[in-house]
C-alpha cells in the first residue's frame, strides 16, 4: 500500500490534473475547480499517489445543491 497526500489544489496542479485525469471535452474541469476555490466559494482537495494525482473533489462554501447532504457539513 502506498501513502496519498491529500491538499488543497495549487494553480500549478491544475496541468497536472488535466494531463493524469483530463477533463470530459474541452471544459477544463480542474481549471473551474480551481477557480472557485480562488474565489473562496470551494475548497478543491486533490490526492497524491508521489508526484502523481490520483483524484480530487471539492466542498462547496455554500453546501452542495443535495438537500440531503447541506445539514452534514
Known amino acids: 500500500m502506498t501513502d496519498v497526500d491529500i491538499r488543497e ?3 500549478d496542479d491544475v496541468p497536472l ?9 474541452a ?5 473551474a475547480r480551481y477557480r472557485r476555490q480562488a474565489e473562496n466559494t470551494s475548497t478543491f482537495l486533490v490526492a ?6 490520483g483524484g480530487g473533489g471539492a466542498a462547496l462554501a455554500g453546501g452542495g445543491g443535495a438537500p440531503a447532504w447541506r445539514g452534514r457539513f
Do not use: I, K, M, Q
Open 9 to 11: 489544489c495549487r494553480a
Open 17 to 25: 490534473l488535466e494531463t493524469h485525469l483530463p477533463s470530459p471535452g
Open 27 to 31: 471544459n477544463r474541469y480542474h481549471e
Open 48 to 53: 497524491w499517489d508521489g508526484d502523481r494525482p
